[in-house]
C-alpha cells in the first residue's frame, strides 16, 4: 500500500504531528485500502501492478470520484502480467464496470491463459456498455478453443489509442447478478 500511496498521494511531513493530520492520514490509507479492495490495482509483487504500456506507451490517472482514466498508445493494451499467472477458475464471472460509456467504439478487454502477449486470448468487445461480463466458465479464445482461467497471465484492455476509458471497478465474482463478493 505505501508503494501506491507515494506514488498518487501526498505523503505530510511526520515532524508535524497533529491529531488532525493524523486523521487526515488514516482517511487516506482507508481511502487506498477501499480501493484496493474493489480494483486489483495493486498485488502484492511489483510485477504485478497496473501497467498501462503492456504494448505501446499509455498511462492511468486516478480522478476525484475513485474511478481511473486508461489512455493506451496506438494500438496499445493496459492492464496486468500475473507473474506465474492467477487462478480464477473458482469464479464464475470477471465484471468489468465503467463510470461511462467508452468515446471510442474500439475498447475490448482480453484475457490471456499464456504468457505470450501475441497468443490466442478471449476477447469482448466493450462497444458503448458500461459493464462487461466475462463468463469464465465458458468464455473462448480467438482460436475457438476454451480459455484455461486457472492460471491468467495477461488481463487488460486494447484500443486503437489516445481515447480514454473510464474505469469504476473490475473484479471477480460467482453471484448472478454480477455483484462483488462480501
Do not use: C
Not at 26 to 40: C, F, N, R, T, W
Amino acid at each position: 500500500i505505501y508503494r501506491w500511496y507515494k506514488q498518487y498521494a501526498e505523503i505530510p511531513n511526520y515532524s508535524s504531528y497533529t491529531p488532525e493530520r493524523e486523521q487526515h492520514i488514516l482517511d487516506s490509507i482507508k481511502h487506498v485500502k477501499d480501493s484496493i479492495a474493489s480494483i486489483p490495482w495493486y498485488y502484492p509483487n511489483d510485477e504485478d501492478m497496473f501497467n498501462p504500456s503492456i504494448w505501446e506507451t499509455g498511462s492511468v490517472t486516478t480522478n476525484s470520484d475513485g474511478t481511473f482514466t486508461l489512455k493506451v498508445g496506438q494500438y496499445g493494451f493496459g492492464g496486468f502480467k500475473f507473474t506465474g499467472g492467477r487462478d480464477f477458475s473458482k469464479f464464475r464471472y470477471l465484471v468489468l464496470n465503467l463510470a461511462a460509456a467508452p468515446t471510442s467504439n474500439n475498447w475490448s478487454l482480453r484475457l490471456f491463459d499464456g504468457n505470450d502477449y501475441f497468443g490466442a486470448h478471449s476477447e469482448l468487445t466493450v462497444g458503448k456498455k458500461t459493464r462487461v461480463v466475462v463468463d469464465l466458465q465458458n468464455t473462448k479464445k480467438t482460436n475457438g478453443v476454451k480459455l484455461d482461467v486457472s492460471h491468467i497471465y495477461i488481463l487488460g484492455l486494447w484500443d486503437y489509442g489516445n481515447s480514454p476509458i473510464k474505469i469504476k471497478d473490475i473484479y471477480v465474482t460467482n453471484n448472478a447478478d454480477y455483484s462483488p463478493e462480501v
